[in-house]
């Protein structure tokens, strides 16, 4: 159950997130007290660029929190080197655990038995409180794949689908927002530029396009920048406490 405690702008040490309350998610989950993040991706850097800010917000504020990741691809190359990398600066002080898999990349709808295993096992290892994904409405397979098999595995979890901005023009209107501030936002540009070299040739690829969103993002939830996330499913309880 969720019980909704939004964020107001100017509001000192607001998270934005929402509270997990209510007998459903267990008595250890009251209040907005997060224990457990899950985080997963069809690529290495799908994570950062749709969650990074947020992964940063949460970390700093939720001390010590298990993070798990599932990146699909990319295993046993350069790229799960800096994704190992990357993730340990965007979840400073998290219990973080990742699993790089192999699957080749832009496959994933041939290998879909694989990849729904492995979303599998990671909801066997983990009952997070909020779960990061790729959105249902993303243009690249890979994404969309992942994305419709999450609520398979994880049935009544809340769910987050990042945006990852791209030549396919896909961004839509996204309906929650993580605000961020202004040394978040440049924290995060700066670390997707650090961790992930092999993506510097990417016309898209630049701190002007990460913050530019998050600029925009920001906007369309009062504040300065921001992350935003599709939600497809959401259960209030707006009886818990505050």
Request: aromatic content about 6%.
């Amino acid at each position: 159950m969720i019980g909704l405690r939004p964020y107001r702008a100017g509001e000192p040490g607001g998270t934005g997130l929402p509270a997990v309350t209510g007998a459903a998610a267990g008595p250890a989950r009251g209040g907005a007290r997060l224990r457990s993040v899950a985080a997963v991706a069809a690529h290495c850097d799908d994570i950062a660029i749709g969650a990074g800010g947020t992964l940063l917000t949460i970390c700093a504020s939720h001390p010590g929190i298990r993070v798990d990741a599932l990146v699909l691809s990319g295993g046993g190359t350069e790229r799960e080197q800096e994704e190992a990398a990357a993730l340990a600066a965007f979840c400073p002080g998290a219990d973080l655990r990742l699993t790089v898999l192999k699957l080749p990349d832009g496959h994933l709808p041939a290998h879909w038995d694989e990849a729904k295993a492995a979303v599998e096992e990671l909801r066997a290892r983990t009952d997070p409180d909020l779960l990061l994904a790729p959105h249902a409405g993303d243009a690249h397979q890979d994404h969309r794949g992942l994305a419709r098999l999450v609520p398979t595995a994880f049935r009544d979890h809340l769910v987050l689908g990042y945006e990852i901005v791209k030549w396919d023009g896909d961004l839509g209107r996204p309906n929650a927002y993580q605000p961020l501030e202004p040394e978040v936002a440049e924290a995060k540009a700066a670390l997707l530029l650090e961790h992930y070299p092999s993506q510097h040739g990417r016309s898209w690829y630049d701190r002007e396009v990460f913050l530019g969103l998050a600029r925009i993002r920001g906007v369309e939830c009062h504040a300065r920048y921001a992350e935003a996330f599709h939600v497809a499913k959401l259960t209030l309880d707006l009886t818990a406490g505050g």
